[in-house]
């Protein structure tokens, strides 16, 4: 299928790695001119070469910076001043016990991850309408559908994200500026890897034999490749995904065990 989005421009944050890479990849297939973003200089150098030589065809430019700063934010919006195409994503929040959160630490996880994507979203949306043409996906998480008693400061910061995009995607569509969200669930990525090996230590076994367990829980037997979640969130960018706003959609394999 032509997605319909070759020429088109995108800013995807967080994209040296994981789902973030994917999704800047899965763009980049499609003709999408991408500008990655992540913290980390070399490694986000090293996926923007490789993407590079697998799309010659398209421009691929890199942004080292935390994206969850107004400097980082305003590096990557003077690289790329009007997308197209807006791809949210910040790594989240630590696990624990909210008796021992502080304030602080609030609001780290509330900047990240919904101040962060609405600043992003302010700066661009009034252009992708003037133009007629926008995508914005929000990266978020399963625990927005199905909290997670350990990861409460993602909980509530990615639901407050959500909650905030219910109500402009619904004013910007009639421009063609669709919203929504992709919500991952267990994806073969460093995170999960390394909250795999953290367990295995405490029980005294291996990453591999954790990774193994998890994955048999899943309805599916595995976990998520990103490159699976990658082509969803191009499909979401697509010319053809137009009817589509302000939507969450899940990608865990079945593991959430609701009708809706």
């Known amino acids: 299928m032509d997605l319909g989005i070759k020429g088109r421009r995108a800013l995807v944050c967080a994209s040296s790695k994981g789902l973030g890479r994917a999704c800047a990849a899965a763009l980049a297939a499609e003709g999408v001119h991408v500008t990655m973003t992540a913290r980390g200089a070399e490694v986000l150098a090293n996926a923007a070469a490789d993407i590079r030589k697998a799309n ?15 400097a980082g934010r305003e590096a ?5 001043p ?8 910040a790594g989240g929040p630590p696990p624990g016990d909210f008796r021992n959160w502080t304030r602080d630490d609030w609001i780290k996880a509330i900047d990240a991850n919904m101040l962060t994507p ?6 661009t949306v009034d252009g992708m309408m003037a133009r007629k043409f926008g995508r914005i996906v929000n990266i978020t998480s ?10 409460g400061l993602s909980n509530g910061a990615r639901a407050g994200l959500t ?23 267990p994806f073969n990525t460093d995170r999960l890897r390394g909250t795999a090996k953290a367990e295995a230590e405490k029980r005294g076994l291996t990453a591999e034999q954790i990774m193994v367990e998890r994955a048999k829980l899943n309805p599916a037997g595995r976990f998520g490749d990103p490159d699976e979640f990658g082509e969803a969130c191009a ?6 995904a137009g009817f589509i706003t302000g939507q969450n959609i899940l990608l865990d394999g079945g593991a959430f065990p609701g009708t809706l």
């Open 118 to 123: 609405i600043e992003l979203i302010k700066a």
């Open 235 to 240: 499909f979401l960018c697509s010319a053809k």
């Open 56 to 70: 010659p065809g398209v421009t691929v430019t890199e942004v080292a910076g935390d994206i969850t700063t107004p």
């Open 142 to 151: 399963a625990a927005v559908k199905s909290p997670i008693e350990i990861l």
């Open 82 to 89: 009007d997308p197209d195409i807006l791809i949210n994503n």
């Open 163 to 185: 909650g905030f995009v219910a109500g402009i995607a619904r004013k910007t569509v009639i421009n063609n500026v669709t919203i929504n969200g992709l919500l991952p669930g």
């Open 76 to 80: 990557a919006l003077k690289a790329c």
